[in-house]
């Protein structure tokens, strides 16, 4: 069970979180500490078995391939091998004296035996034909003395041959012992191998490298969070550590989603998932707006987990299978889908939609953003899209889904409206988490297109995972620089386009940070969303999907208008000389005082113009993740 390590961790870290918490009252900055160590645990353990699991999955497609390497035996065994029959053959083909020449002596002085035997034998009854007719009694003993040595060599050539077959059989006997006791070795270190191999864990969950590249990246996410956090509470007195342990079951709940094979599992994961999303969004309750958004967010997250089971317990009705691999299966031999199964598909689209927030599900997204603080925004953007982003390309990749044409129409029109939707109204947006929030609408809606054209897997795969890559560093630089510049005693985040008016002039390097940032979501030249928006392009061609193509170049013309408008804000220099005075103070504090949040923000902003400049590493990444097929 060292597959399921992660979940593990989390999990124990959850309950000495609590028992800390409720009994030895510990702070707010303790809380932290604990958060932080348990989910640095839970990503240490998700990148070594993901290295371990990609390294023998590669190593065993090397050997496959080559098939040659197969054939070569090592040395010792190919002398054991010697006396085969097959060698055997191969000897008897040749000349006799050669092959004799290799021989026992005993075996040789047999041979020379017999031979004297029989030239005896001939001259004797030679010389009793001669005689035959003057002495008959000498004739007769003659053929009785012939007999009697003919019968002697033929106990002889059988007792030899006997020695010789026994001889064979215990060499047989003895190979063969050896070549059972190399098979069980080489099975023990099978066994020993397979807690490193790709695998299903029980019906629920499947330990893949796909799985864990996406648990990785969630961890990372709640680590970055987690010390937001502390840094937006600092100027408060009253301890915090409630917060720590819903961010902790919000972690457990992603983990679980990505690793499910299981529609129950997917469901149980969503929902450990979404539950906390409404104590994070409405934990601030004395701000302006944030028990609306946590009540708005309640709503919406009822209304998707209900047509959620409705349309699994169709899909099982149906099919009469839960599990993924079970539902590749069903949906592949079946000759024509129900319309039971139709409507199953299409309430599960359904609540994906509110759950991925896509047109015509979008309803109070920018609405939550706004209320929600600016930290639990991010994992709203980043962790709770991705996993069920990732889930659901799973669950696609597995199940010929999207073969009928219904449903592929029906996520063209979802992918082409969610684009040009969240595009159009992030034009009109003052306040950069509503503008955000539509901005995820429109990149989900690219995503679509990768999920559209999923038959052509290893492409849509590593499409998904370099965009979802991106789009997470991006949404920590962009995010994490207004938390930085916002505190939980206030009454609203500092989130309107005023208040980040000259950011570059008072800490300059949160804004060369957070403008990067804004550039990769706008898919502009050497930055990681480039990349993403390149391989959607290039996917889109090679699926022959014009309209999203066309709807993807028009987003990105929309997009790059109102994210430079955002850019070019920041580095507007201020007017007044006391606050150019003041801000050029702050600003030498800045320079020389880098705290730990705003480390991981520009960490996060240099990935992002490395992964534009220098792609490579990024999709040997995603290549290396692979999912199991079975």
């Known amino acids: 069970m060292i597959a399921l390590s992660p979940i593990f961790v989390l999990s124990f870290a959850i309950i000495v979180l609590l028992i800390a918490l409720f009994y030895f009252k510990i702070g707010t900055k303790l809380c932290t500490i604990l958060t932080v160590l348990a989910l640095s645990c839970a990503l240490l353990c998700s990148s070594i078995i993901g290295y371990k699991i990609s390294f023998n999955t590669q190593a065993i497609t090397d050997i496959s391939n080559d098939n040659m390497q197969l054939s070569v035996a090592p040395p010792a065994p190919a002398q054991d091998q010697q006396p085969s029959s097959e060698e055997t053959i191969a000897v008897d083909a040749d000349s ?41 009694n000498s004739n007769q003993n003659a053929n009785d003395v012939a007999n009697q040595n003919n019968n002697q060599d033929n106990t002889q050539e059988s007792s030899q041959n006997n020695t010789q077959e026994s001889t064979q059989e215990n060499i047989q006997d003895s190979n063969n012992a050896a070549q059972a006791t190399a098979t069980q070795e080489q099975s023990a270190a099978d066994d020993s191998d397979d807690g490193w191999k790709a695998r299903q864990i029980t019906a629920l969950f499947t330990c893949d490298g796909y799985g864990l590249l996406y648990s990785s990246l969630i961890l990372i996410v709640a680590i970055v969070v987690a010390c937001l956090a502390y840094r937006w509470f600092i100027h408060e007195k009253i301890h915090h550590g409630v917060f720590y342990v819903i961010l902790l079951f919000m972690a457990l709940g992603g983990v679980t989603l990505v690793y499910a094979s299981h529609l129950i599992a997917f469901f149980i994961g969503i929902e450990l998932l979404s539950i906390p999303f409404v104590g994070l969004i409405g934990y601030q309750y004395s701000q302006t707006h944030s028990l609306e958004a946590a009540v708005k967010y309640m709503i919406l997250s009822s209304i998707a987990s209900a ?68 930290v639990v925004a991010l994992l709203l953007s980043t962790v709770g899209k991705v996993a ?55 990149h989900f809606g690219y995503l679509l297109v990768a999920l559209i054209a999923v038959q052509y897997q290893v492409l849509a795969l590593e499409t998904i995972g370099v965009y979802l890559i991106g789009y997470i560093l991006a949404n920590i630089c962009v995010l994490g620089v207004i938390s930085l510049e916002s505190h939980s005693d206030e009454l609203q985040d500092h989130e309107n386009e005023i208040d980040l008016s000259g950011l570059f002039w008072r800490r300059p390097i949160l804004a060369l940070a957070m403008g990067v940032g804004l550039l990769s979501l706008a898919g502009v030249p050497l930055t990681a969303g480039f990349i993403g928006r390149f391989l959607l392009l290039m ?39 006391d606050d150019l005075n003041s801000n050029q103070n702050v600003s030498k504090s800045t320079w020389r005082d880098i705290k730990f949040s705003e480390l991981f923000i520009v960490l996060s902003a240099l990935l992002t113009i490395i992964c534009g400049v220098y792609p490579k590493w990024m999709f040997n990444l995603v290549s290396m993740a692979q999912y199991l097929t079975t």
Do not use: H
């Not at 004296?97 to 017999?114: L, T």
């Not at 089971?309 to 024509?336: N, P, R």
């Open 307 to 374: 047509f959620l089971i409705m349309g699994i317990a169709f899909y099982y009705a149906t099919t009469g299978e839960l599990t993924f691999s079970g539902l590749s299966y069903q949906l592949s031999t079946m000759s024509y889908p129900s319309t039971l199964l139709l409507m199953g598909v299409c309430l599960m689209l359904v609540g994906i939609g509110f759950k991925l927030s896509l047109v015509p599900f979008q309803l109070w997204l920018p609405d939550v953003y706004q209320g929600a603080p600016t």
């Open 388 to 442: 069920v982003f990732c889930a659901i390309a799973r669950l696609f990749l597995l199940a010929p889904i999207v073969n009928n044409e219904t449903i592929r129409i029906i996520l063209v029109c979802m992918a082409f409206c969610s684009i040009l939707w969240g595009n159009l109204f992030a034009l009109m947006q003052t306040s950069l988490k509503r503008l955000l929030a539509y901005s995820s609408i429109a």
């Open 96 to 136: 006799t004296e050669d092959a004799n020449q290799p021989s026992d002596n005993g075996e040789n002085s047999s041979i020379e035996e017999s031979n004297t035997n029989q030239t005896n034998t001939n001259e004797t009854n030679t010389n009793e034909n001669s005689n035959v007719n003057s002495n008959g």
């Open 539 to 577: 996917l889109g061609v090679t699926a022959e999907l014009w309209w999203l193509n066309a709807a993807i170049v028009l987003g990105s013309t929309l997009g790059l208008y109102f994210y430079a408008r955002l850019i070019i804000n920041l580095y507007i220099r201020p007017v007044g000389r």
